[in-house]
């Protein structure tokens, strides 16, 4: 693929970017009217990927009657409205709003495995405002690099914009593609690493290589974590997010592994399946469900 540069970008990235900086420049509550505007164009007039977010509330909770489904799928709406203003924000807020904003309970334990030499993976869901995880660099020991992986997007403008506002908090932006390369380098540096792993999306149809059935459905699951976690002997946590009120969250960290290494195989998968799914279900509507995530099903014949 040919590389990137700056100046496939042109004009319309710089427009984009002045229209969110002056937009960054209001404090949140005044965001906040925005996103109520948002989301009545968003849900009422556009209706933005409607049916898929129904289908898949549907199928995530045949117990629900239509009115629980609605409530889920319109708080969902809010919220997705609430997340894009919260993460133009991040072109001007400050280190305390943020630390105010986004809270971690325990980052010692990531520490207690990076000080000992151990690299892990942070793997988390698309819930919550995930864009404020990177903060987490105020807690990490300096010594540690700090990664988040990403797939380069379509348009050159939204991939240039959002590794502008993901670089917020220093972390390495890291190119799926060059996750093999950038570790190995980092490794044979002896720099213990803490790599984010944003892992519940949709994989291409041909790595068909473990499903599951997650929120009552067969699920194909990303194995790309785990495999190079186990290559490279990593720890893997995963981090719960709570949305404790209106701009404002709390992260748990939990281990899954200390050595990805000596676990069987798809069992790093498995165990962060659930553990996204339990901080799903407690409350759907933080949930990325415009996603469309159950668009292949379980082939009957895996070898057809």
């Not at 059935?213 to 997010?241: H, P, S, W």
């Given at each position: ?69 609605e ?9 997705l ?55 987490i ?32 908090f ?42 599951t ?40 960290f ?5 050595d ?45």
């Amino acid at each position: 693929m040919k590389k990137r540069t700056k100046k496939h970008v042109g004009a319309g990235y710089y427009l984009w970017y002045g229209i969110s900086y002056l937009h960054a420049l209001l404090p949140l509550p005044a965001l906040y009217i925005l996103s109520d505007a948002l989301y009545f164009f968003l849900y009422y007039l556009a209706r933005y990927r409607r049916k898929v977010v129904r289908k898949n509330l549907i199928n995530a909770f045949p117990s629900k009657s239509k009115k629980e489904i609605e409530k889920i799928e319109k708080d969902f709406y809010r919220f997705l409205c609430d997340y894009f203003v919260e993460t133009i924000k991040l072109l001007h807020i400050s280190d305390k709003e943020i630390k105010q904003r986004m809270k971690f309970d325990n980052p010692e334990l990531i520490n207690e495995l990076t000080q000992s030499g151990t690299s892990c993976f942070l793997c988390l869901g698309h819930y919550g405002n995930w864009e404020y995880v990177p903060s987490i660099s105020f807690y990490l020991s300096p010594n540690v690099v700090q990664g988040q992986i990403y797939k380069q997007l379509h348009s050159n403008a939204a991939d240039r914009f959002f590794l502008k506002l993901r670089s917020r908090f220093s972390p390495k932006n890291i190119e799926m593609r060059d996750t093999f390369f950038t570790i190995v380098k980092n490794k044979n540096e002896g720099r213990p690493m803490v790599i984010g792993f944003v892992a519940d999306q949709r994989p291409p149809r041909y790595l068909d290589h473990y499903w599951t059935t997650f929120l009552n459905q067969n699920t194909l699951a990303l194995t790309g974590m785990e495999r190079i976690a186990a290559k490279f002997g990593f720890a893997v946590v995963y981090l719960d997010i709570q949305r404790v009120k209106r701009g404002y969250y709390r992260g748990t960290f939990s281990l899954i592994t200390a050595d990805a290494s000596k676990e069987k195989k798809f069992a790093v998968t498995e165990k962060y399946m659930r553990e996204l799914e339990k901080t799903i279900l407690r409350n759907p509507a933080y949930w990325l469900w415009s996603h469309n995530r159950w668009k292949f099903t379980k082939k009957t014949n895996p070898s057809a």
